[in-house]
């Protein structure tokens, strides 16, 4: 399993995953209860080596989370569920996280791994009554490398 394909199989454990109906890498349409995870690759966060060769490299994936709800504009009623949806997967990010039940990306260390979910706002708000939020996901976590 890649670690792209162990995300989503996390991201679908969220109790409300069930709002959720279409889920779609790169893309995601704008008709609510589609969401789309986004790759923005990988950061070498920091590197060290020791005596014998050894390397462990500190690095982060980021990943942008898009969802659509509906929300017609001037819809306060709306806008509270869905901000109250957004607020709470992130919560939810950061408990799984500090629990451990999160999914880890690195060989070592991995006790060590935080995945975090920050910045959930409004992204765009359409006049055909729906509305696309952005969460913004970071992994931080730990390789080591065996020079041969």
Not at 91 to 98: D, G, M, P
Not at 101 to 107: L, R
């Amino acid at each position: 399993m890649t670690d792209l394909e162990r995300l989503q199989a996390w991201l679908e454990t969220y109790p409300r995953a069930g709002e959720l109906t279409s889920y779609q890498v790169d893309y995601t349409d704008q008709l609510p209860g589609c969401f789309g995870v986004f790759p923005a690759g990988m950061v070498e966060v920091e590197r060290t080596e020791n005596l014998l060769g050894q390397v462990t490299v500190q690095n982060q994936y980021n990943f942008a989370l898009y969802v659509v709800f509906a929300k017609a504009p001037g819809d306060t009623e709306g806008a509270q569920i869905n901000a109250d949806w957004v607020m709470d997967f992130q919560q939810w990010v950061q408990e799984q996280s500090v629990l451990r039940k999160a999914p880890t990306f690195g060989n070592i260390d991995q006790h060590r791994e935080r995945l975090r979910a920050e910045n959930g706002a409004l992204y765009d708000a359409e006049l055909t009554g729906t509305a696309m939020y952005m969460v913004r996901l970071a992994a931080t976590f730990w390789k080591h490398y065996e020079m041969e």
